[in-house]
Structures are given as structure tokens and as C-alpha cells.
């Protein structure tokens, strides 16, 4: 099942020619291309059906080669770098030359990130570049976590997927801007603000729910084919129950205080007590609903600490409008 050393040598040779790759990485399946090449990241765009504005992620081997991909290398980002990479960790910091602006959807800045997968540090360490690397699925889906689900979102559109098994942390890279005075957390993820200020000894900043600004972050986002309703968990049950009986399909996320309560609804799951399962667990939920059938999900937010955040943030934006995206 994942790649072999043989399977390595020819995904970074696809690379080297200009082609897409689907490479596993801590966090969620990424489609990569040649950072360098904008060609070939153009593809990118075109497969995932993303607009050319929203900026991707620059994936490097090694803190170690940070410097040649931005400007400067602030002592804020060296120290986080050194902390959490390699990790679900991504450095918003400015340009450097090497990066085509068809990579940063025109901006001055570029997003970086060492991923803690094996796979992934094979290929990035035998193609000897960056990678430029979104989630692997259509824009505004549900980020893949296994290479099956890439296989069922992208098929032939992609050249080559490198499997590496069930992704293990499950929520994509937390996301820091650190080109300001202060770092802030432009998308909460795997890493959490609490380790964050652990390391830098103030919480960093985050901006509020309710106006996010950042570039390529759309109020739906990571959205199933079902409609999602976000309700207070101990109405969870009732509101499906309600659903289900005026004709909907409804699948249910249980909250696990909840478990052995009878749901009478299309399709149920118990979402795990842990915040990490959670988080692992979390888009193959949602996949599994999409593909039993349902065409409602009811779900609740967790408490938003911990990767509890990241969770929330996710259920949000699978629950947003969906004139926008
Ligand atoms: O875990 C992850 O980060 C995964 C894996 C594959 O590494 N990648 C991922 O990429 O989630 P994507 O393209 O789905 O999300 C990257 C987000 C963009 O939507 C954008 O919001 C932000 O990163 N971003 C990238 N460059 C940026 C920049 N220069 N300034 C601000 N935000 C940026
Ligand atoms: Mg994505």
C-alpha cells in the first residue's frame, strides 16, 4: 500500500517534467507540482478548479531551507521552524525570487511548510525543490485523507498519487502570518494556539470567526455534498429526528456524551471523545455521509481549544453559505 523507494524516484520525476503529484502528508493529501514551474502550478489551479487569486503552499525538505525561499527569515519564524517543523505548521513570511507569483496568487508573500510525513520528506528530499501543494480535492470540497479519497476526487486529472497511508493528524497546517510585528494565526490547524504561546510566551493572535480576510479562505470551504446545520449538542438528536421525519436523509454527528442514545436518522456517526481521533476521523465523516446518501448533516461545535478549534473552524465553514464558493 505506500509508496516504495521506486515509487518515489518516479514521483519526483514527474515532478522534474512538469507533472502533478498526489503526496501524503501529515495533515491531508496535497496535489503537488514544481513550485518553480508556473506551468505547472497553473495546472494546479485548473485541476482543483481553484481561482488563480487564492495562494498555495510551498512544501521544503527542511527548515534548513527556509532561507532560500523567502526574503528574510524573522527570528519569530526561525524559532517556530525550529520548534514544529517538521509539522502541521505553515509560515506566512515575505517572497523570496525563487517563487513565481503564479505560487502566491500575486502576492508578496508565500506560505511555507516542512509536513512530518515520511513520504513526503522522501519525495521533497529526491525531487531537491519546493513543492507547491493545496489539499487534493475540487475547490471547496472536503480535503482528502487517504489516497483513495484523492483517487475518487481527482482520478485521472492527477499524474501520479503517492500513497502513505490514512493521513494522521487529519485537519490541515495552522496557519501564521509572521511578516508583522507580531505573529497571528491566519487558520487554525493541527498545531494549537496553545502550543504556540507555549513557545513564544503570548498567545499569538487570532482573528475573529466571523470576518476572515484571508486570501483564498472562503466562508464555504471543506464542504460535503450535504447541507450542514450546526446545532447546540444536546439538540442534536431532536433536530435530526425532526429533519428525518419531514423527508430528509439525514446523517447525525453524535456527540460522544450522546452514544447510546437511539437516533432514528439515515446514518450515524459517534464522534470521537478525543479531540485528536476527532480531527482524524472528521472529512472521512463527511465522506461517509456524502457517500450513504444523506442530504443533511446535523452536527454541534466542540469546545474551541486544543485542536478543538481547528474542528470548529472546519464544521463552520462545511456549514457556510454556498453562493460564494
Ligand atoms: O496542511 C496543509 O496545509 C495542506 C497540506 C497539503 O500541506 N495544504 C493546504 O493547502 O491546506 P490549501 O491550499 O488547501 O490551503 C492553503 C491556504 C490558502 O487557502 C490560503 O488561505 C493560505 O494557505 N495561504 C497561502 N499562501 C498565503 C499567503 N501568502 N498569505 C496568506 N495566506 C496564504
Ligand atoms: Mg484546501
Known sequence: MTARTSDIARAAGVLRAGGLVALPTETVYGLGANAEDPAAVARIFQVKGRPPSHPLIVHIAGAEHLGDWVEEVPATARLLAERFWPGPLTLVLRRGRRVPLEATGGLETVAVRVPDHPVALALLSAFGGGVTAPSANRFGQVSPT???DVRA?????????????????????TIVDVTGELPSILRPGGVTREDLEAVLG?????PSTSHVRVPGQHPSHYAPRARVVLVEPEKVIAEAELAQELGHQVGVFLPPSFTDAPVKAHAVVTV??????????????????????CDLIVASLPAEEGLGLAIANRLRRAAGPRTTA
Do not use: H, I, K, W
Request: net charge negative; with cysteine; charged share 25%.
Open 272 to 293: 470521537p471523545g478525543s479531540m485528536a481521533a476527532y480531527a482524524r476521523g472528521l472529512y472521512g465523516f463527511l465522506r461517509e455521509l456524502d457517500r450513504q446518501g
Open 146 to 148: 487517504t489516497a483513495d
Open 202 to 206: 503570548y498567545p499569538p493572535a487570532v
Open 153 to 173: 476526487e481527482l482520478g485521472d486529472a492527477v499524474d501520479f498519487v503517492l500513497d502513505g497511508g490514512r493521513c494522521d493528524v487529519g485537519v490541515e497546517s
